[in-house]
């Protein structure tokens, strides 16, 4: 991008949440308590949550089903719509439609030129 490029898309709140596939979950829930120095604040079958430092880790049992290749970082924005049509306008395709997750949260994906999956997620 040049510096003569004007920016239009909208700011997001920044990285905030990071969900990691994984096979057994027992076993990762002891690595990631480990790490972060905290209990899961959530613990299900389907879902463990670590809340520390204003971030939100995930372990997502059995991601790799799921389409997960690996962890996904996702971008809190405030409208998910709005932040898909602005980088699928700069080239990004999306992987996920947005979908709600509970609570009214929503999450989306989308890919890089590259490849990388990304993640956006929208609290109502």
């Known amino acids: 991008m040049s510096a003569s490029e004007e920016i239009t898309a909208t700011p997001t709140e920044g990285i905030k949440t990071v969900l990691h596939p994984v096979t057994d979950v027992a076993a990762a829930k002891k690595v990631y ?19 520390t430092a204003g971030q939100h880790i995930g ?10 290749s690996g962890p996904v970082a996702y ?3 405030a409208d998910i719509e709005a932040k898909l049509a602005e980088v699928t306008a700069a080239g990004a395709t999306v992987k996920d439609k947005p979908r709600d997750v509970g609570g009214g949260r929503l999450v989306a994906t989308f ?8 993640g956006v997620l929208q609290d109502r």
């Open 33 to 51: 308590a480990a790490l972060l120095g905290a209990a899961p604040t959530a613990d299900a079958p389907y879902y463990v949550g670590f809340d």
């Open 59 to 68: 372990l997502v049992p059995n991601g790799a089903q799921q389409g997960m």
């Open 75 to 77: 971008w809190h924005v």
């Open 111 to 118: 890919t890089d030129p590259d490849g990388n999956v990304l």
